[in-house]
């Protein structure tokens, strides 16, 4: 009788821990982003960690302009962690609900988890329009071994908190800075990555992933005019090795003519000897049937040619570079006839991929 009521107390302590490795739903552990490894962000310092440029320090902008700087286009944590599953709990300071892009990119996270030796796609996830304060869950079921992440914040918008969750008793530490040197990447909403299906799959991104290089992304959708207060605030970024430009974009055949000198000017008092790397913006499809169309974009790219021209034999360490294209021979990449989807912007990082890193190895970036 005794070594009957033994086995059952026996029973009795082995079935419910049974049930709860088998079915019991794990707790979470939650770090702030801010505290593992953000990259980037062309100002490493800001206010808001999530933010791109510290308007209290920076003036000059518009409303819009403010808006869009706040904006975490481009800023991902990298961080390291044995957890099978991950979620992220944000907190929006403003979410983005518009049409110009997906969900998954405006207010979504992309995640990336390194297998050899490369990024690899792993979850993209995305908050209910009903449960804005709740958690993400982004992936499960993977197994315990030692994973590096990088994870992707929202390209639209406005994030005042990013706390990144793995299951309790796991490893969460930040990982080392995974990217070599710092280009800045200051352009239109191609650059802001809109009509990207995710929040990784600006170019400036794709371009860091496939090259191990860091591109800072500094994208002001429909706002980069070749201002002169963005040059001043460029003059200030630190330790920046390079720039790369898609300023070709959005500012009219006047403001070209009239703001490019200058603005090239200006950011090369402040970063002597360092290369400015311009790319010729890219075919827009609605210029396929629309004559208007057409023949403003053809004639704005005439003029950017030969004004470049000019520059590159004006100013040492000016760049021009033409291969920019986000159009297959098919014409299938274009999403609204102005903006590429993610084959499209997957196409154009590829195309400048080897002339930009041509002209960084001049300078020993590499």
């Avoid at 980069?224 to 959005?250: G, H, I």
Wanted: overall charge positive; glycine content about 8%; some cysteine.
């Amino acid at each position: 009788m005794t070594s009957f009521k033994s086995l059952l107390l026996a029973l009795a302590l082995v079935l419910p821990l049974s049930a709860a490795a088998q079915g019991k739903a794990p707790e979470y552990v939650y770090t702030e982003a801010a505290q593992l490894t953000l990259v980037g962000k062309v100002f490493p310092d800001t206010g808001n960690p999530y933010q791109r440029i510290d308007t209290a320090r920076f003036h000059g902008f518009t409303k819009e302009e403010v808006r869009l700087v706040q904006e975490s286009a481009g800023i991902a944590v990298a961080f390291r962690t044995n957890s099978t599953s991950i979620r992220v709990w944000p907190k929006y300071g403003k979410a983005y609900f518009g049409g110009g892009t997906t969900g998954f990119a405006g207010r979504g996270f992309d995640l990336y988890i390194k297998k050899d030796g490369k990024w690899l796609w792993a979850a993209a996830g995305l908050q209910n329009d009903n449960a804005l304060d709740k958690p993400v869950n982004m992936i499960k079921d993977m197994d315990d071994s030692i994973k590096e992440c990088l994870l992707y914040l929202p390209v639209r918008s406005v994030m005042d908190s990013v706390k990144i969750g793995v299951e309790e008793g796991c490893l969460m530490e930040p990982l080392p800075h995974p990217f070599r040197h710092r280009i800045a990447v200051f352009g239109s909403s191609f650059t802001h990555g809109a009509s990207t299906s995710k929040s990784g799959m600006a170019y400036p991104s794709i371009l860091t992933r496939e090259t191990g290089i860091q591109f800072l992304n500094l994208g002001v959708s429909g706002r980069c005019r070749l201002q002169d207060y963005f040059a001043k605030a460029l003059c200030e970024a630190p330790d920046v090795d390079a720039f790369l430009f898609d300023t070709f974009s959005n500012p009219t055949p006047d403001e070209i003519r009239d703001r490019l000198f200058p603005f090239i000017e200006t950011l090369q008092s402040s970063h002597p000897g360092k290369p400015l790397i311009f790319q010729k913006t890219i075919y827009r499809e609605r210029r396929n049937f629309n004559t208007e169309a057409e023949a403003y974009e053809s004639s704005r790219m005439d003029l950017v040619d030969s004004l470049m021209r000019v520059a590159c034999k004006r100013y040492k360490d000016v760049y021009y570079v033409k291969t920019t294209n986000a159009t297959s021979p098919d014409h299938y990449t274009s999403v609204d006839g102005t903006h590429p989807g993610d084959y499209g912007y997957t196409l154009w990082a590829r195309s400048v991929k080897k002339p930009v890193l041509r002209i960084l190895r001049k300078y020993g970036i590499k």
